[in-house]
């Protein structure tokens, strides 16, 4: 009984939150006739008491008074007749406070509860309120987020919304065809996604300042090392035994041995280690790697010094902390056909 009575709940008060209309709302006159009248005012304080109430305060339509009962109960159940007496007067005022902050609200939820309970089952005009808040309650805000992220001082154009929307209902013409409305979706919504991921990165490089710092002054000092080669990417390489086979290109898989730290010395990755050689297409690796084993004949071994930008960037691997140059000793054994 419960799962049926939290159900429908759901369904009225999500339709019934967006139904505002003017002046006071009643509570209509009880009458317990018969068992149906019966059984249906029960259904309803049901209804109210076990999520509908939670809800609404949770909506902010509600303020909450459960606590101040809760209080003065405890507070009643140990005192003598005559603070028993006190005790409940003042609870009963301050409980009537609370009505009456919540009433102005109270009143429009009402009025949207009634006329939503009853329209017809299958009437478009219920069809359309339930779609409607939908739109208001999750699609818009959502559509919104990926739009503007955080900034909250932007927002989509509810009337625009509507005049594309109900052109297409109408088979009128459309002055967005449909197949570049969607594109146009998601290049902005790429966009938007990009500069989100820029900006997050700039905090972080202000976060992690001393570490990049760090990390390129290493570089820096590592290029002027005798047999340090510096390509143009910013990528480091030394040659610590020359391979005279094939180079692979970005369609090959690698077998390859591999030991990797960070510039402090520490491990956080290696073949080696593990006594296994690793197995992977040319291209599904940082992008240091692929540059590197696109200029290795098999039967190299190399050290490279990969700058954050070619490995992880701004991203948190653990170990591997945003912005870290890593410094990897790989064996190129052979390509995989």
């Not at 369904?11 to 006071?24: K, N």
């Not at 006329?115 to 069809?127: C, D, I, P």
Request: one cysteine or more; a negative charge; glycine letters at 8%.
């Amino acid at each position: 009984m419960k799962k049926t009575i939290l159900t429908t709940f759901s369904v009225v008060a999500i339709m019934a939150i967006t139904m505002v209309s003017c002046g006071g709302a009643s509570t209509p006159k009880t009458s317990l006739k018969n068992s149906v009248d019966s059984v249906s005012y029960a259904y309803g304080v049901s209804m109210a008491d076990q999520g509908l109430v939670q809800f609404l305060e949770q909506s902010g339509v509600l303020v909450s008074a459960s606590g101040i009962e809760y209080d003065y109960q405890m507070r009643i159940a140990s005192a003598d007749s005559t603070q028993k007496a006190a005790l409940q007067k003042e609870m009963a005022a301050k409980i009537d406070s609370v009505n009456k902050i919540n009433a102005p609200k109270l009143n429009d939820f009402i009025k949207g509860l009634i006329e939503g309970m009853n329209q017809e089952e299958k009437s478009a005009y219920a069809n359309g309120l339930s779609i409607g808040v939908q739109f208001s309650q999750q699609m818009l805000p959502q559509f919104n987020t990926m739009l503007f992220g955080t900034d909250s001082t932007k927002k989509v154009n509810n009337d625009q919304i509507l005049a594309g929307l109900i052109s297409v209902l109408k088979n009128q013409q459309l002055a967005i065809g449909k197949m570049e409305a969607s594109n146009l979706i998601q290049t902005e919504v790429e966009k938007s996604q990009a500069a989100e991921t820029a900006r997050q990165e700039e905090d972080l490089k202000i976060q992690y300042k001393d570490s990049i710092a760090a990390g390129d002054a290493y570089m820096a000092e590592n290029a002027k090392r005798e047999g340090v080669v510096t390509l143009p990417s910013g990528l480091q390489y030394e040659v610590l035994r020359a391979g005279t086979g094939a180079i692979p290109a970005d369609t090959d898989q690698v077998k390859v041995h591999y030991h990797g730290t960070l510039i402090n010395g520490t491990v956080f990755d290696s073949s080696v280690d593990r006594g296994e050689p690793a197995t992977f297409g040319v291209t599904q690796v940082i992008p240091g790697w692929t540059e590197a084993l696109k200029l290795m004949p098999v039967g190299s071994k190399w050290r490279l010094y990969v700058p954050y930008n070619l490995a992880y960037g701004s991203a948190d691997r653990g170990t591997i902390k945003p912005f870290s140059n890593l410094i990897f000793d790989v064996e190129l054994l052979g390509i995989e056909k």
